[in-house]
């Protein structure tokens, strides 16, 4: 593990504990300090904090900003798992589940003004950019909740519309997380873009990454079940290139196996047919190429190679999970 | 109908409906457009235009702002429906209903984050102020609905605790509504305050008018069901009142009514011990000192009567309801 980076995670896990919310209506406000005691890698706001020190910046001035993007990505956890009816998160207790589902909605929308209130604790020079970018970025990504939502039953999705679902849901966070990091170091607009769409490259590289490693990861290192998408008939990367290539005897298999229920030999039949389209080299293709767009972004800046070094390590770390 | 406030009402109208909401995802942003057009009074946005012009502000720096917290407030509707398992809304179904739960608690989200963009959109000199005072009071909204929820279940319930209920979930919005309007128009921080505690003070007495109007009120002009907070236990501040008061007989009666079933005669038994502990009287009592305390804020300004007088006449409007 990157060493700077750890550093980081760790202040922010210690300020994060530091927030202070209110004990009452504690039906309102254990929620909320339940969600965000149930850890994870805090990678946004490490983003914020390593964008605004790359340019710079006052460690201590960016830290609301890092906080209140770690707190508004619990709150579009929390919404999203009610819509999901997911029972567990990080193998404990949803919300929704150990509390109730109005609990859940009420203490997620106390979660986005909390989060609002950090983002506005920013320093006044840089205020009003990083909370108008923060509020389009929040809106994208409710945008981009819905066209999941949408796609789940729709009969027909373009890759191109998958690839915006993805970089709406996702990816604008972490591109937001580092431009707002940026901005607070008083980088330049255009600066700025470029860390964003830095971002915005990387996180949808990383989630075509997630398609890919459903598939064809180690089931010991990826940390969920293999094959979960394809038995869920997921509309991934790879499903819908696969739908998009498949002609003759390849198509027919396909829709075959779509039509029958989860089993072993579902996965591996949609494995061979994905084999047969050559569609996992399609997903990696697809990867690298965004991965590269976004390191093309970071050569832009006016900055050295050491400078930007963290950034590209953190890029390749995310990048190197086993596929 | 007071020809200020109708002309006010008739602009909000115009420029909520020129919010430009993206045409997709439709099932995102439908839902917005359909609970916008719903209508309503607009009383918000219209005391943020009263204050403003009382202060002698400029009326189209103010319309965002305005604008902004009548789209919140229509988020806080949304979710409340959702938790009030509300079927109707204004005799037209509730976007839970129409849609689904999902779709109502996305499209909240979104609205909620619109609200914030507006409020982003005053001039900057006022910008900070207005915004912290919208999502303090944003947090507090969220706080009088989870007090709100856990008072239906609560077995007792002080009279003060229903108090600051009422207080959070609905009058701190009046409150920060005139607030923000006079901070836009670039009144004192003391002056803002006293808008400030005028609403806030109006808020609690108009709604201690609806308690009082459920009971007493008349069928034809309320518009609700007379006795229905009754029919449904409802901890109102006259049941509360009645529940402090009670001793001996009166006691007894009313404990045995609220187990009772819903019916005439327990409306009638129930208005019975309300008679008797002279619980009407109690509440007008409280509703009129509110009633003065918000004037009060009002005379401590450094205005003339003829600047106050719109803000007066509104107050009176709405204190006349049939009672």
Request: with cysteine; charged share 25%; glycine share 6%.
């Amino acid at each position: 593990m990157n060493t700077t980076v750890e550093q980081l995670r760790r202040e922010v896990e210690l300020q994060l504990n530091r927030i202070g919310f209110s004990e009452t209506p504690a039906r309102l406000y254990d929620p909320v300090r339940y969600m965000l005691a149930l850890g994870g890698k805090r990678m946004r706001p490490v983003l914020v904090l390593l964008a605004n020190r790359m340019f710079g910046g006052n460690e201590q001035q960016a830290m609301p900003a890092a906080l209140a993007v770690e707190v508004f990505h619990n709150f579009t956890l929390l919404h999203d798992d009610i819509m999901d009816k997911a029972p567990l998160r990080r193998g404990q207790a949803t919300v929704h589940e150990k509390w109730n589902p109005d609990i859940a909605i009420l203490s997620g929308d106390a979660m986005f003004v909390k989060s609002c209130q950090l983002m506005m604790a920013s320093p006044s020079a840089a205020m009003p950019a990083v909370m108008n970018l923060f509020l389009q970025t929040a809106l994208e990504v409710c945008e981009g909740q819905q066209l999941d939502m949408d796609f789940e039953h729709s009969a027909e999705v373009r890759i191109e519309e998958y690839l915006d679902m993805i970089r709406l849901k996702t990816a604008v966070l972490l591109g937001a997380s580092l431009g707002i990091g940026a901005a607070l170091a008083g980088a330049s607009a255009e600066a700025t873009g470029h860390v964003y769409d830095f971002g915005v490259n990387l996180g949808v590289a990383f989630q075509l990454q997630d398609d890919i490693l459903d598939v064809y990861g180690d089931a010991d290192k990826f940390g969920k079940q293999v094959g979960g998408d394809i038995l869920a008939n997921k509309k991934t990367f790879l499903l819908l290139t696969a739908l998009e290539k498949a002609e003759g005897t390849l198509r027919d298999q396909l829709l075959y196996w779509l039509q029958e229920p989860a089993s072993d030999e579902k996965v591996q039949g949609v494995k061979a047919v994905y084999a047969g389209l050559k569609v996992r080299e399609a997903a990696l293709t697809k990867m690298e190429s965004l991965y590269q767009a976004a390191l093309d972004h970071l050569e832009a800046l006016p900055l050295s190679a050491e400078q930007t070094q963290p950034l590209r390590e953190l890029a390749a770390m995310l990048m190197a999970r086993e596929n």
